[in-house]
């Protein structure tokens, strides 16, 4: 996301990704729109959404519920609902554009070359199979191994996730498992084959804290020993702040805010990190209530011309009808305000 | 979730698992499932149970009361309806069993296309179900038979096809209630192709609920093979079918009623009793259901 000289285009930062393809992007995603047609009305869930995976980096995509991040996920993996959503854009990966590949590529790409975790580890694993089958299930898949090799693979997975005693878990069905051991399983299935990519759809929302903490844990020791590029999609900032090296702050199907962990959390550029930032609690400084941010998020199968969070904006004027562009702040920082850099504007607040 | 999912119980489990104590707590059930078994073991070991051949006519003992002799009587040209009942459960039993694995076999494959692929096959397939789903299961069956020609094989192809639209639509229901599961997602995000996700990660999800709506249609191809029986569609002379035990025994309602109440009898009591096992399956493996 480094745009060294902000254009007034509306995507500035797409040419500027797709000239540095080697600086170690794993996953480049251009401009990415979905769109779903109902029967009378088109919602445009994400709407021009860029960014870029660097090697052994992991990026955090934060947002509320509905601001697009599940939809773009599932995009990238082309897992979307083929008859309904319409996608466009790019999506760049070892130099190919997923979106133009054949199903049969595509196919061999999921779980092998980028492979996904989801939140719900309760449901997320089948349960008529034993969790060591539906691992070795991935292996078999795409490496030509036996079938016993493939289980000792499957087995081994379980080991590196830290499952105690491997291999009499392998043999038990989902129900036996509680909901941390299930998340570690559904790990080791995306990880079985040792991704470029792992996608993790909110992998610690339906967890207790303390087991966040050890999956968090796990994802990034993983990173480090593997090499996968992570993508972290949550909501909760506390998870970015503690696993991830890059973020992007997505709204109504937007981006509007992109930077380094550092940057975002010492110095948010954007109005609605801000909101977010400020509905954080904290237990290292006093503060009488929490801040909500008012109003909600806006339909979108209508989105507001110009700002869309100018509806909610304290720093809202009158510019703001008009839409603004990805406005650089500091190298690899950007932000879609035209109000930036907020900090002279702390008087106002 | 739109429904909750049914948790799948390895065989070795089966009976310390949470369904059978829900269903071996159901009475009703349980007297369902011996019955059944009972019909089973009756057609299976029908030479060893029955003390005459069905069809052996003794002229003698025409149209005979139940006595230590003919336990339940004899027929027109003196057979003995207990042999009979006996022999005639191996065609019951048959006509349910085939009947129904024939729509199976034609039912699920469809369903799960129908559900998968979506469009314009879920379309076809779908508007075709309905408009078989429109017309009347017995009058339907009794036309595709009397098309066919009177035999049970035909019989039985006739109630199969006519039973194919229920599996159709309870399998097609099933997939879409399931394709949204994280797990379906998550197969297909490990790179499975459609087909394999259809067969190895939905279709083991839906047995419950094919196993209980199996019984169920067994006990509808049960009367609907005795319907047709007793209208000379089914099973043909002289072997012996409870249904056509009926059709002959109408004519003698008057002075040997026990030639009509004792198949009248078993069939009630068999379909009953499928219609209960069905019920209790349902209920056992229903999580929200409160025994």
């Known amino acids: 996301m480094d745009a060294s000289n902000p254009p007034p285009a509306q995507e500035p930062l797409a040419r500027d990704d797709r000239a540095s393809g080697s600086d170690g992007a794993v996953l480049t995603v251009n401009d990415l729109r979905v769109c779903f047609a109902g029967d009378r009305t088109t919602t445009t869930a994400v709407d021009g959404v860029s960014f870029t995976l660097r090697k052994g980096r992991s990026l955090g995509v934060v947002g509320e519920s509905g601001s697009g991040k599940s939809v773009s996920s599932l995009a990238v993996l082309r897992l979307l609902p083929t008859d309904s959503a319409q996608i466009s854009g790019e999506i760049l990966f070892a130099g190919q554009d997923l979106l133009s590949i054949g199903e049969k590529q595509m196919r061999n790409l999921r779980g092998n070359q980028i492979s996904m975790i989801f939140q719900e580890p309760m449901t997320s694993l089948n349960p008529s199979y034993t969790v060591g089958d539906q691992v070795a299930e991935t292996i078999l898949r795409h490496r030509s191994v036996s079938k016993a090799e493939a289980w000792t693979q499957a087995v081994e997975m379980l080991r590196l996730v830290r499952i105690p005693s491997p291999e009499t878990r392998a043999r038990q069905y989902p129900h036996n498992l509680s909901g941390g051991m299930r998340q570690r399983v559904m790990i080791a299935m995306a990880l079985a084959c040792e991704p470029q990519v792992l996608i993790a759809d909110e992998p610690t929302t339906a967890l207790d804290v303390t087991i966040q903490a050890q999956i968090l844990d796990l994802l990034e020791n993983l990173k480090s020993t593997t090499g996968t590029a992570i993508v972290l999609i949550t909501h909760d900032l506390g998870v970015v702040a503690e696993a991830c090296d890059d973020v992007i702050v997505m709204y109504a199907g937007q981006v509007v805010e992109s930077g380094s962990v550092e940057q975002i959390f010492s110095f948010p550029q954007h109005p609605y990190t801000v909101g977010l930032l400020g509905s954080l609690p904290r237990l290292d400084e006093e503060r009488d209530e929490l801040v909500a941010i008012g109003g909600t998020v806006p339909d979108m199968t209508q989105p507001p011309a110009g700002c869309r969070f100018a509806a909610r904006c304290p720093f809202r004027i009158e510019k703001c009808a008009e839409t603004p562009p990805m406005l650089e702040v500091n190298p690899g920082h950007t932000s879609r305000c035209w109000r930036t850099p907020l900090e002279e504007l702390a008087d106002e607040f | ?291």
């Open chain 2, 1 to 291: 979730m739109a429904q909750p999912a049914i948790p799948y119980i390895p065989f070795s489990q089966l009976f310390e698992s949470r369904v059978w104590r829900r269903f071996s707590k159901t009475k009703s059930a349980v007297f369902g499932l011996v019955v059944v078994l009972i019909v089973v073991f009756v057609a299976v070991f029908a030479p060893f149970l029955a003390p005459y051949d069905p069809a052996a006519q003794i002229w003698t003992a025409v149209r005979q009361p139940p006595s230590a002799l003919y336990w339940l009587g004899t027929d027109e040209s003196g057979r003995d309806i207990f042999s009979r009942l006996v022999f005639g459960a191996r065609a019951s039993l048959m006509a349910g069993v085939i009947s129904v694995s024939i729509a199976i076999a034609l039912g699920v494959p469809l369903g799960l296309a129908a559900g998968f692929v979506g469009g314009l096959v879920d379309g076809v397939i779908s508007r075709f179900t309905d408009a078989m789903l429109a017309t009347p299961f017995l009058i339907l069956a009794i036309a595709f038979a009397a098309f066919l020609g009177p035999s049970l094989t035909n019989a039985m192809l006739a109630i199969g096809i006519t039973a194919t639209p229920l599996f159709i639509r309870l399998t097609r229901g099933q997939v879409l209630s399931l394709r949204s599961e994280e797990y379906v997602e998550a197969a297909r995000s490990v790179g499975n192709p459609g087909w394999r996700v259809a067969l190895r990660h939905v279709l083991p999800n839906i047995l419950p609920q094919l196993l209980v709506q199996t019984t169920i249609t067994i006990a509808t191809a049960i009367i609907a093979e005795a319907s047709m029986s007793f209208l000379g569609l089914g099973q043909q002379p002289p072997a012996p079918s409870w249904g056509s035990m009926l059709n002959s025994a109408q004519r003698f309602l008057s002075n040997a009623p026990w030639m009509a109440l004792w198949p009248g009898m078993i069939i009630f009591l068999t379909v009953l009793s499928f219609n209960l096992l069905g019920d209790g399956l349902r209920d056992a493996f229903d999580p929200r259901s409160k025994t």
